[in-house]
């Protein structure tokens, strides 16, 4: 694997290039969901892509951050994952019946107590949380073009800490400028 110099920013491949020993990564929700959410239907390649980078980035002491935004959008997923399942087998409840029929469910509960395992045993287990210092950060710079707000978020945050981002979301493609995305996003990749 090739090793870069933080001064490079661009798009790396996680299957190819690999980081400094003093580089530190902030993982995106969508590779936590890869990772420890069993509903997601996600492709075995990919899973098996980020994990391998994860256990390699590990062994080398890489940091890996999340934040707690990080893990709502992890967490919120997963329950809106959940969602879908209780609809397909109670026909009845509508997309609207979120609150009032899934959350007082014993299915919402037993998800819970599912993500809160993933992220007290799994997420805990290879990254750490990082204050996002939200003080510290221009609200007006969270409106990337291409991007949601949270995406905006992790870009500044990573701007300010010195990090690089890990997803495989391609929307991060328009940040490449300002930050280095480790991916394995095959779309992300061909714009190298």
């Avoid at 399942?85 to 609150?99: G, L």
């Avoid at 992220?119 to 949601?148: C, M, S, T, W, Y």
Wanted: net charge positive.
């Amino acid at each position: 694997m090739k090793r870069f110099p933080r001064s490079l920013e661009m798009i790396r491949n996680i299957d190819r290039d690999f980081p400094k020993t003093t580089e530190r990564i902030l993982v995106d929700a969508n590779v936590l969901l890869f990772l420890a959410c069993p509903l997601g239907g996600y492709e075995k390649k990919k899973i098996m892509a980020y994990s391998r980078f994860l256990n390699s980035v590990r062994k080398s002491k890489i940091k890996l951050y999340f934040t707690s935004l990080i893990l709502s959008e992890f967490s919120n997923r997963w329950l809106r994952l959940e969602f879908e399942s209780y609809r397909n087998v109670n026909p009845h409840v509508t997309p609207k019946d979120f609150k009032s029929s899934f959350r007082v469910s014993h299915e919402y509960q037993a998800a819970l107590r599912d993500i809160y395992h993933a992220i007290r045993f799994q997420v805990l287990a290879f990254a750490q949380p990082i204050d996002d210092h939200f003080e510290k950060l221009n609200i007006d710079d969270f409106f990337h073009p291409g991007l949601d707000i949270n995406d905006g978020h992790s870009v500044e945050l990573a701007k300010l800490e010195g990090l690089s981002i890990l997803t495989d979301d391609a929307d991060f493609a328009v940040a490449r400028k300002s930050v280095d995305v480790w991916t394995w996003n095959r779309r992300m990749i061909a714009l190298k």
